[in-house]
Nanobody, 124 residues
């Protein structure tokens, strides 16, 4: 079974940077689409960024220009570099993946496999 584990969440001041990482275990070719979504209590999951099997990336308008998604297929890892963070970026962040060829920033909340999440808190 595919398992994902996020790390790197922390408390940071607005304007700072943070790098989230995700390790995928037992992948077996299930990573046609990989991405990040976030969720705050009482709100729906929000897609943040995605990267497909060809390396094509997609970002939510709210993070475009500030966040960078990347992956290392050899290491089975996914990363999210968060720059110029804002208080509204505070949330639990989850990485997700499955073998769907449809991949855009809005897809990660609906992907089959996702981890336990890592908390990001941005103070003003």
């Amino acid at each position: 079974q595919v398992r994902l584990a996020e790390s790197g969440g922390d408390s940071v001041q607005a304007g700072g940077s943070l790098r989230l990482s995700c390790t995928v275990v037992n992948n077996a070719g299930n990573s046609a689409c990989m991405g990040w979504f976030r969720q705050t209590p009482g709100k729906a999951r929000e897609g943040v960024a995605s990267i497909d099997m060809f390396g094509t990336t997609s970002y939510a308008p709210s993070v475009k220009g500030r966040f960078i998604i990347s992956k290392d297929d050899a290491e089975n890892t996914l990363s999210l570099q968060m720059n110029d963070v804002k208080p509204e970026d505070s949330a639990m962040y989850y990485c997700a993946t499955d073998q769907t060829p449809l991949c855009s920033y809005s897809r990660p909340p609906y992907l089959t496999y996702w981890g336990q999440g890592t908390q990001v808190t941005v103070s003003s």
